[in-house]
């Protein structure tokens, strides 16, 4: 862990005065970003992905942001911006992302998802904190460096995308195509929450993902369920089947060899999480849920974090309106999501699910799998220098020392810039437990909003070497 | 079974050369009442419902039935119609419904729902045969008589309803406040399949219906499955895992005391079934299916006829739009219906059911259950003298003597006129199995229409004493 004194560092004033100045405008920014329904998931939102891009080239050109560009991809365009006057000084890689979850189920919005409402200390929307909200922490950052000094105390290159939610498909061509306007000594990523607003914290590991389709298919067409429920297969009833069948009573998965490559931590890191991480109680309440479920011989932090796991997201079949309709389904599609571990791959996974999956013989059944999602999960080294760069940052900014912590999501952009790029990635997170990232009500504190301008802002300036930190320590 | 002589009839020859030269015309009004989108169980067609009922009592006054009422209930209008101008002969009560199923899936209609289109031989839209096309057939018997002849061969009651697809709840309540403008001899419900446009067929038994809601509540609000998968119970989950439970792997019911009142059926009623009734590649025809599932030691026919069942018809909870979404969603929803024999009663089911779920055990789940229809199952007397009207007017009608039939659809009409006004009915089909009736592309085939109205036609005339059937028999 961190020593707990803070370090002596020379401070970005002028820049740190233009934040505090600009606040209410900044947010008024975030409004608008906000307001663009940047669903990359849905097809009738890639529109709307595309003028947020659009929108958001226009912001970086005029903060002062240089070599802005909108690049496509097969789907949703990258925005990429360069600023490179320091040869001297290191390149840190801004990654974020303008893509947003879909805001179903609507109805439970207490403020539409798309039209940012301030209450209390809070801001509103869909997209508010995942992650709109946090890589406009960085956006501000630059803004205020380079509108009050003039100039940044590092090289900075941005990548924007906007297919994170839909798990990076075009991301990995994206590194591999631009490897020299990427090249950078350290990325940062903020999207992911931290403890609480007084407990600041850097995310160290982060789990992989598997995203699946599970489709069954029975009659050829819908039947009258009175007609002829009772002698012919539904599909809905065997996907339940099969759903309840992957897992255990104790809530292990069940599908074989998903285990076999998981690592067994010892007992330091078992130790250093219950001290850092948030406690069982902490997790039922921001869950809200007074009881757990899962592995019995791991705590909750671990279950989410340590520990693989396997989610049904939805399952879509039948009659889903008011009332009743007696039907007999002719097909039914299930979603579900494998979190995965260090060691652990989503192709070999992939691999054992269809495997097993190919070995269910359920009569006037056939069952089918498809990929939409593989993300490596990522483990980062706290030792490295601008980890510790992180760290006085968090401890100016937000005036605590952060704790490390595991978090339990994924985000396919940090293996994929260790692998593509070399590049290590600080994962700083802004965002709170609460945030309902993913869910109805939404939200970004925007007390962390101002905070984390302020980390940024002595991140860059540590990077920098402004704070005695030397470049060639990368 | 019934002779297979031709009994001498006095044919009703005026109207059915009426019914024959204004068969155009009958299609065409047939799809002015496809039209209305008159969904009974969707709050959003509510005013389409009392639309279509508008339509149909002008309709009947416009053929020159009397008494023509539209009957307000709680929920959907009931039409009344009466023709009583014959003391000396019996009162046929026709029933029929005017409300359909919702059209969903609608992307899978080839034409839309409420857009009736003639395709062939066979006129396509929701309603077309249940229960508008099939109800449609007896109205226009009564104008061919009224139109030609100018008096119908025995009295008659047209009680058509708008609730028939949501369990028919406000029915009982009618059926007791009109017991004398109701009060009627036999009566005639068509809503069911024969077995081919060459094979009529009357029914004689129904199953008996009941639907649920299973409901599983777990989390506050929706999470990310990212940070909390593996953790907090996911009620979607949960659902996969009690609807699995609910039956063995031979497709038997596990609900405890589900089969303890269902009555064994001697050799010589399947060996009449297993020659009357469809066989097994009939029905997996019908269904589109290659495989059957369910109880091995009864025949398909059985299946659906003799023996209870349970269907999953719908599943609603978590994300079901393109791609995936990481969420663990806070509730989920299974649309579940039973169908039950003789001497099971869809109450004491319930209360079963509620027993069974209150039984289960879940961490982090409640499950809670609501009730959306309950109707008792049917059974016929085959010697009845309507039935044998019924028989002479079929060979009239389609040239071919009917088989008797088991139907596994729930029909809630014929208990309640049953208990409520002692009032036994004729099953008089004029659908097919394969006209998608609750499906997508529903359609009725016109041959089907036009030898319905010749058969309701001889029906009307031997209920009349016409062809030497005597008025007091009943």
Not at 140 to 161: D, R
Not at 222 to 247: E, K, T, Y
Not at 340 to 350: F, G, H, K, S
Request: overall charge positive; aromatic content about 8%; proline content about 7%.
């Amino acid at each position: 862990m961190i020593a707990g004194k803070v370090v002596s560092t020379a401070p970005p004033l002028r820049a740190l005065r233009y934040a505090q100045a600009n606040r209410p405008r900044f947010v008024a920014e975030l409004g608008a970003f906000v307001r663009f329904p940047s669903v990359s998931a849905q097809p009738k939102h890639a529109a709307d992905v595309a003028r947020c891009a659009d929108w958001l080239a226009g912001h970086l050109r005029r903060i002062g942001m240089e070599g802005v560009t909108t690049v496509r991809t097969p789907r949703h365009p990258i925005v990429y911006a360069a600023w490179r006057h320091r040869p001297d000084r290191p390149t840190v890689l801004i990654y974020g992302h303008y893509d947003v979850q879909p805001a179903d189920p609507l109805s439970e919005w207490t403020s539409p998802p798309f039209a940012p409402t301030l209450r209390g200390n809070d801001l509103y929307g869909r997209g508010t904190s995942d992650d709109k909200g946090q890589m406009f922490v960085h956006v501000k950052a630059l803004e205020a460096y380079l509108q009050s000094v003039g100039a940044l105390p590092v090289n900075v290159v941005c990548l924007f995308e906007g297919e994170e939610e839909i798990g990076s498909p075009n991301l990995a061509a994206f590194l591999d195509a631009h490897r020299r306007a990427l090249a950078a000594d350290v990325a940062v990523v903020s999207d992911m929450p931290i403890l609480a607003p007084d407990r600041p914290a850097i995310t160290y590991a982060m789990r992989g993902g598997l995203g699946l389709e599970l489709e069954a298919c029975g009659p050829s067409h819908d039947l009258h369920s009175g007609l002829f429920g009772g002698a012919i297969a539904n599909p809905l009833q065997a996907l339940c089947q099969v759903i309840a069948g992957l897992h255990d009573r104790e809530g292990h998965v069940t599908l074989p060899g998903f285990y076999d490559r998981v690592r067994a931590w010892g007992v330091a890191e078992r130790a250093a999480m219950a001290r850092s991480g948030p406690c069982d109680a902490d997790l039922l309440r921001d869950a809200g849920a007074t009881q757990s479920v899962g592995e019995p011989e791991y705590s909750l932090y671990e279950r989410v974090t340590l520990r693989p796991s396997l989610t049904v997201n939805g399952i879509v079949g039948g009659y889903s309106g008011p009332g009743g309709k007696a039907v007999l389904p002719s097909r039914a599609l299930a979603k579900l999501s494998f979190r995965l571990v260090l060691d652990q791959t989503p192709q070999e996974i992939a691999r054992l699910f269809r495997l097993h999956i190919a070995r269910i013989a359920l009569p006037g059944i056939q069952l089918s799998v498809r990929t939409h999602l593989m993300a490596q999960s990522a483990l980062v080294d706290r030792d490295h220098p601008a980890i510790r760069a992180a760290v006085r940052a968090y401890r100016n900014g937000f005036g605590v020392t952060p704790v490390f912590i595991r978090s339990g999501g994924t985000i396919p952009v940090v293996s994929l810039l260790q692998e593509r790029l070399r590049t290590r990635t600080v994962l700083m997170g802004f965002a709170l437990p609460d945030d309902r990232m993913h869910a109805p009500n939404e939200k970004f504190h925007l007390p962390n909003f101002y905070n984390g301008i302020a980390t940024s802002l002595w991140f860059l300036a540590a990077i920098g070497g402004s704070d005695g930190y030397h470049a060639h320590d990368y």
